[in-house]
């Protein structure tokens, strides 16, 4: 016995998968992972380094079927789950059941207003479990839900865009000096990593390079969730993704109102104060604004601002690596909340 | 004598200028250009060929120098200047007193509003002429002031963003159903052309390459254009331009509040009416969006929109090439209302 | 009657069915094509501009079934296939029974040799009549062939690398100038849309983006024909592919000893004499190279070349529009041939 | 005193510089770097974080102007420069009489031949020290002069193209099976970071996007280096640089014949027993080939190779992060030499 903790991880093959399992293999706290295929993924790659030639000749990456008696007999604790939210809308309930914890990268479990999560169309087989699960499922945004992450044993670990918008928002929302009635414009800009790994005609190089385009206006499954987490009405947010010809990092530049006049002294104080002692939080000093190349390969969520010389209108712009702090550098930052490392383990 | 017009250009060496070029060389109505070095260039470059490789063995595109004498020995009678404002600030004086009709690219007249021209801090040596030059300027977008182009001695060519975020705008705010005191957004992002030529820290190749940054928050010198053209009071539009890493394009992403509710076929409506008989605008159905891609190499703007349910919130998308409806397709388009040509002369 | 040629397109849904349609549309001697779906895309798209958006608003492009007797009934009489090599091997024999001529832009019918033949694993059910064809069949390099281009009912029209290595070693080879015992290296760098339009792991931008990699060494198509056309022995010339992170362009850099000391005049003669009178080639005067950019979007090959001061070390770059000088433009060249119209017909 | 090495950079403000810092800062060996500027740069930035403003916020790099008293004040015994050779060749005879142990990144030092020194033009003001300095410098290629490097006071360390061009060959040269009267062709391709960090109309973003071409053709300063370290001539060896459009890799695709026919498996133990017990040389079993993205952000040389059927013509790939084992990184692996630690550290 190492002493250490034993982790899984499901879906290693896609983007998020890969870099979860990079870190989870250099933490310090963790024993090597288990890597797991999807169900549909049997007969597929035995090692992830078919997937990822990158990997080739580092000495193996093995994946293997699920299998709850094997995880079980390995001592595994923690699943991590980086599949497609139907696939972990039903295989969450089993692993809960397993006795297993459970951070699950998708949108299976982030939502808890029915209406928000009529977008996903799930059809749960289980509805009861599945209700319950609804409810007992902790928003995996560490700076915002800490405590209930540390006792949670199932963590919707959020996506990216949420991300980026939920953290340039939060502080000023909480504080009440945003002036809802105007609404909130969050205009987000991804790397085509956000899209996933599956090869689709809107992913071939020939469509993105040279290109950039809006989507799903008024009709992103983040939207939902943006709102819940701050507390909002639907239609004081105004959420347009872009599709950025890059691999990888999100920029958002996120319009509000303020309800009464303000300095930015005073807007960067409303920061500080809200991230202060949060380790992957950086507040950038107007004028210096953060830009997408700063946070990549980092876990951090960097945040800047302009106000307008009539200090009422505000310009916030928030940066994070989609995979990162938008996926994986979170999952694990959720996991060291969970069990009580600091937050930073295995994330430097 | 060829019956034919001639041109002169001032500034080829720059991307504008060198598209302008390419169209004026094959534009049916005119003799072959004449191709002037800034006089800051002289000791420079004898041909383009020198300045663009790719035009090598196409047969010599000799760059002169400026001479007033000479031009008018070769019967020039419109000058394009695709210089920095400066030069076009000191220059425009001169060719309008030598008779030349002129289109300017440049920022020098497009601005009425003394407030707005502060930000580019012109020293007139000949305050008087140049006022008056100021109030004589036609500013050259030709779907809103066609009739005045038509009778203009000096057209101010109007800038990329500008042209994005104006054409967007203008059916709804002139038909009154914006609610002004929302405040309007326009989120526009640009290739790398666009910001010039000229080699610096923020146009090499590895600090564009995978990055993507706002620039000049509350601070961009189109900002004005944008007010004085829509008739709108400055704090009403927030302008964030931010710099995509492509050659060329400019997708601009504007959020308004509409002071009534609508459907979205009354907008479409609004869109078709307005530019009715217009060229180079093209209006696309909801729920089509245009993407920077298809108004590439083309004279065209390209305008969608996508309104939320409350039929209040209004999502628009404007893209145009910044290099030719952002510039040189327009100064083009420009020349042939001035010289009563059909407006898809030689942009085809 | 429009006295015009009525022609039709097998597979406008691809990168070079795209391109040639569009040029096929304007191009002077011709009606408007008739643009077909594969057989397996039946119930798919009915018009061009669900595939590629960047055409909607543009008046349509219909997609029609295959049907011989509604292809006679227009009367068309040229048939250009841009299919995988499968689909035309097995129906090229139809169509040239119905009497129609035929440019197909696959492999199918570019090999005379057997063994160069295998790499294709044709099944031909027909055995003989594909035997035939494949006799007849002209590959359709008009720089080499254009006599016999002009009399042919089936041109095998070549592939991108085949074009720009082949054009860029043929006047020495011909001369006999070249030591083939020595051997000719040829490495040849292509952009992304060579690789088809098929979205594929291999294709997905983040695949590609950022990165660069050789592929199919030793055991490439292209080499066959290579060979055949030079009328070489395989093992005499290594061809390596690359993959270019950009979308569209091939530069080949090609290596040949020569069998005696020859000046970089004496080089350039030999190029000006073999390609005089040759509309789509471009020789560049040593020291001056081509570049993979100068011929994107035109219809040219750029030869430039590299002399060692003994002599006899050559370095050749050649440069080529993968989609035009490597498929859609070269089928129209070949077209014009065909037909006796200029080879420059519809191109410029 | 921390019984640390203290070290200094001078040129941290270029891409090699700024690599070389990052990897100083958490090397285990080492006190804080002293960061310098360059002479020319005294009244420039204070801080790296000023020209990389990614840097901001992660607590200061202060940059401080070059003086010898300073340095051995602060007790500074290894000084690196990542300066232009022209610097190099004028401050390391300085340097050296100070007692510094020097690492030069530049080419001021690799050549013995003054032949091919030529191509720099060094014109030295104390030619005799500079003499006695080329002969005593060790050419810094970890892989092939272990020995020296250790007891070196002056390391040159090798250039990106160098590095990947020599790994590659180097155990085929020395086991003595190449046949070199049919010429070497060494064909390569650079990311855009090797063209340094100086703004130019060649490193301009829309200079390098999409596009592609070769350069200095016969004529590279690297090749001298190349020749002297495998013990060839000049003429053996044909050496083409090429200019790709992606921030930082090398791949360089190497032709040889062999002098004798041999099988993939003694190819491949050929490389294995050169590179036996070698950190940071990969060799990949044939048929997998290295591709440029496998060794970014690494320093790796990755090599693979394909043999024809004729057991006689080689195909070579060899992958450096050019910033890593092409400049930064071997830099630290050959002062981890210099001071007896293991090859690895600080590199992981």
């Known amino acids: 016995m190492s002493g250490k903790l034993k982790t ?53 990456y093995p994946l293997h079927s ?17 599949t497609p939210h139907e696939i972990s809308r039903s295989l969450v309930p089993e692993a809960i059941a397993q006795g297993l914890r459970v951070i699950d990268l998708s949108g ?41 992450i540390a ?15 939920i953290l340039s928002l939060a502080p000023l929302v909480k504080a009440g000096v945003v002036d809802r009635s105007r609404g909130i414009i969050a205009d987000s800009k991804s790397g085509v990593s956000g899209a996933g790994k599956e090869p689709t005609s809107k992913t071939h190089f020939v469509s993105v390079a040279d290109k950039f385009s809006a989507y799903s206006v008024f009709n992103h499954r983040h939207l939902g969730v943006i709102v819940e987490q701050l507390g909002l009405d639907g239609p004081e947010v105004t959420f347009t993704p872009h599709l950025l010809p890059i691999p990888r990092g ?61 200090g009422r209108r505000l310009v916030l712009i928030s940066c994070i690596d989609n995979l990162l702090k938008g996926a994986a550098g979170q999952a694990v930052q959720n996991m060291n909340l969970m069990y009580g490392w600091g937050e930073e383990e295995g994330l430097q």
């Open 151 to 165: 006792n949670a044993n199932l963590v919707a670990n959020p996506g990216c865009y949420a991300t980026s918008v």
């Open 108 to 148: 299976a479990w982030r939502l808890k207003n029915e209406q928000h999560r009529a977008i996903y169309g799930f059809e749960d087989s289980d509805a009861l479990s599945a209700a319950e699960l609804t409810d007992r499922a902790v928003y995996g945004l560490p700076e915002l839900n800490a405590d209930r």
């Open 8 to 60: 899984a991880v499901l879906g290693a093959t896609g983007y998020s998968g890969l870099e979860l399992t990079r870190i989870l293999m250099r933490h310090a706290k963790l024993d090597k992972p288990v890597l797991l295929r999807r169900p549909s993924q049997d007969g597929g790659p035995t090692d992830l380094a078919e997937v990822f030639p990158a990997l080739c000749g580092n000495g193996g």
């Open 250 to 310: 999100i920029l958002s530049t996120v319009y509000v109102q303020l309800n009464r006049t303000m300095t930015p002294l005073e807007v960067e104080s409303c920061y500080r104060n809200f991230y202060s002692g949060k380790r992957w939080v950086r507040i950038f000093a107007t004028p210096k604004l953060p830009q997408v190349q700063f946070s990549l390969h980092t876990n951090y969520c960097d945040l800047g601002f302009c106000l307008a010389d009539d």
């Open 66 to 82: 699920l299998s709850w008696p094997s995880l079980k007999q390995q001592g595994v604790q923690l699943l991590f789950l980086a």
